[in-house]
């Protein structure tokens, strides 16, 4: 069974950083890309971030470009997001994903979120 146990959210002032942390269990966490979304009240939810399953290759939506980065540590199952110049928009709720495919069908597996508020 997969699961995967986000940690690391807050309140943090605008420009200050915060470290988010998903804990993957249940899958071998070696062969998967993993994903980072964000979702605010009355939007879809959004993809912010990558990255492959080498751990080498990170991609980013335009909007977090230049501020976050993704990686992930094979010894603890754990991939992280790194938010530095964080903003108001960056505020949401923060989610971990991982996708499987298994006999032609698609399984799409969510943490329960972090809340991320940037407020001063």
């Known amino acids: 069974q997969v699961q995967l146990v986000e940690s690391g959210g807050g309140l943090v002032q605008p420009g200050g950083s915060l470290r988010l942390s998903c804990a993957a269990s249940?899958?071998?966490?070696?062969?998967?890309?993993m994903n980072w979304y964000r979702q605010v009240p009355g939007k879809e939810r959004e993809l912010v971030a990558s990255?492959?399953?080498?751990?080498?290759?990170?991609s980013y939506a335009d909007s977090v470009k230049g501020r976050f980065t993704i990686s992930r540590d094979f010894a603890k199952n754990t991939v992280y997001l790194q938010m530095n110049s964080l903003r108001p928009e960056d505020m949401a709720v923060y989610y971990c994903?991982?996708?499987?495919?298994?006999?032609?069908?698609?399984?799409?597996?969510w943490g329960q979120g972090t809340q991320v508020t940037v407020s001063s």
């Open positions: 990255i492959d399953s080498s751990g080498v290759t990170g």
């Open positions: 249940g899958l071998t966490f070696r062969i998967y890309i």
């Open positions: 994903n991982v996708v499987r495919y298994s006999l032609g069908k698609k399984y799409d597996y």
